[in-house]
């Protein structure tokens, strides 16, 4: 931040949704997104691989809710 007063201010990062959860339950509901199908289709592939990036993201990239540079 001494070289760049804009770093890590909030231009360009992300936000998390907190209702990230209640979306993902709703939409499983629905039929509009499966990620515990055994089908062998690119959509269940799609809605696997979505469900494996929230996973992560959401249980383990966020960890103290630091930069994720400054994580590891």
């Given at each position: ?46 809605d ?17 809710k ?7």
């Open positions: 931040m001494e070289k760049d007063e804009k770093f890590a201010s909030g231009i360009g990062t992300s936000t998390f949704d907190g209702d990230a959860d209640k979306k993902l339950r709703e939409m499983y509901k629905q039929g509009t997104f499966d990620p515990l199908s055994s089908k062998t289709t690119t959509e269940a592939y799609e696997r691989k979505k469900y494996m990036v929230y996973v992560l993201g959401r249980f383990y990239l966020r960890r103290d630091n930069e994720i540079a400054f994580t590891f």
